[in-house]
């Protein structure tokens, strides 16, 4: 039997240890003690162990370490599976400690940290907006010289939109970045860049791309993170324009960065005044916000089952391949409600695949076979939540997905 470590310190990967169990793999979890009563699926999870939190997100690596040589004393560790952003690092420095084949830390300084991916991106030719390390004052205010304001100041290992922070003039840059104090190595600077953005949601079995899906925010996790709001994205249809131009940035980005395998989230920008697609960030994990669950109803493929697949094929050295995807439009949409569980019924159409059961939220995933019905469905029921149901919260400088 082959054994899989998936750490995670959020709530996630339901459908991928479900999976693991349906494939005789035997599942060992380790996630953070503050998700003991969260709904893990305990039925395919053989062994648990928790994590005392840092800070949110953040284990003492040193004691993972040795509660993992532990574990590896009774058991031959096939793989080592993050299932988020933040645990990107943690899986890939037990790899290297205990020389398990995937991604070591070298390989995932591309998928976690923004600056190295900007500049691996820079190196390879890939199209992305203006951005500077701000290690340094005398290039930090040549850059603000040359690139106009506004700027954008990003945390370099951060897996959500709400540790960014719009700079509007270099009097408030100065104040931030000094406000940083040890902290400011953490940081980079990229220039605003107005425009489109969009997501790819892709898997990868042996350096070949397996799997592509193109979808458009249309309220991006920053301006929600930052205004409030309603979260709403939409899968593109796989013939147009923008889908072609995606899938083809989106290899190069692939290619160049060196993921051989498993899943991976991408998001890139359409410059308002040139219509040019940049790159914006990558990760190699499954696309958080619920995007899953709106990729499946557009293409039939379960992206969280797939991956372990994947990972399975690996292990015991077999072909893998996946099923043709259908070619639904398909939309999500998620914003904070005032109770704790909403009334559901104004939303309530055929084309509703899915509610999303998440206390103090309204989540709907709809799909159609026209893309017009589609944007007519998302736009009703924004309006709705709008009207209804909407709670914002002023943001944080902690993310919270």
């Not at 190595?185 to 953005?197: A, N």
């Not at 043709?324 to 999500?332: I, N």
Request: with cysteine.
């Amino acid at each position: 039997m082959n054994t899989f470590v998936c750490i995670s310190s959020y709530y996630k990967g339901y459908d991928f240890m479900d999976e693991c169990k349906k494939l005789g793999i035997k599942v060992i979890l380790i996630t953070s003690e503050n998700l003991k009563e969260k709904n893990w699926p305990w039925h395919a999870i053989d062994e648990v162990y928790y994590m005392p939190e840092t800070e949110p997100f953040t284990w003492n690596l040193d004691h993972l370490v040795q509660g993992f040589q532990y574990l590896m004393k009774n058991n031959k560790i096939d793989s080592v599976v993050a299932l988020d952003d933040f645990d990107v690092e943690k899986a890939a420095m037990i790899r290297e400690t205990f020389r398990i084949p995937g991604m070591g830390q070298t390989t995932h300084r591309y998928f976690r940290d923004k600056l190295a991916m900007r500049q691996m991106a820079k190196d390879s030719g890939i199209n992305i907006p203006a951005f500077t390390a701000i290690f340094n004052d005398e290039i930090l205010h040549e850059f603000t010289q040359n690139h106009p304001a506004p700027w954008v100041l990003k945390p370099r290992s951060e897996a959500s939109a709400s540790g960014i922070k719009k700079i509007h003039s270099t009097e408030q840059l100065w104040e931030i970045v000094n406000n940083l104090g040890e902290e400011r190595y953490k940081f980079l600077l990229e220039t605003f860049k107005p425009g489109d953005v969009f997501h790819v949601d892709s898997l990868v079995y042996k350096k070949e791309i397996v799997f592509t899906s193109c979808s458009q925010y249309l309220n991006t996790p920053m301006e929600v993170s930052h205004e409030g709001g309603v979260f709403r994205t939409k899968t593109l249809g796989a013939y147009s324009d923008e889908f072609k131009a995606l899938e083809k940035i989106n290899a190069q980005v692939l290619e160049k960065f060196g993921l051989v395998n498993g899943a991976t989230h991408t998001e890139f920008i359409r410059g308002k005044e040139d219509g040019k697609y940049y790159f914006l960030e990558t990760s190699s994990r499954v696309g958080g916000a619920h995007i899953p669950d709106m990729v499946e109803a557009s293409t039939g493929i379960n992206i969280w089952r797939e991956w372990a697949k994947i990972e399975n094929a690996l292990i015991n050295n077999e072909p893998y391949k996946i099923a043709e995807p259908t070619g639904f439009y398909a939309g999500l949409i998620i914003s904070l409600a005032k109770d704790l569980h909403p009334d559901l019924q104004d939303f309530t159409t055929e084309e509703l695949v899915k509610t999303l059961p998440i206390d103090y939220h309204v989540g709907l995933v709809y799909k159609s076979g026209e893309k017009e019905r589609l944007n007519e469905l998302l736009e009703n029921a924004a309006k709705i939540i709008v009207e209804k149901h909407l709670s914002i919260m002023p943001p944080k400088d902690k993310p919270t997905t």
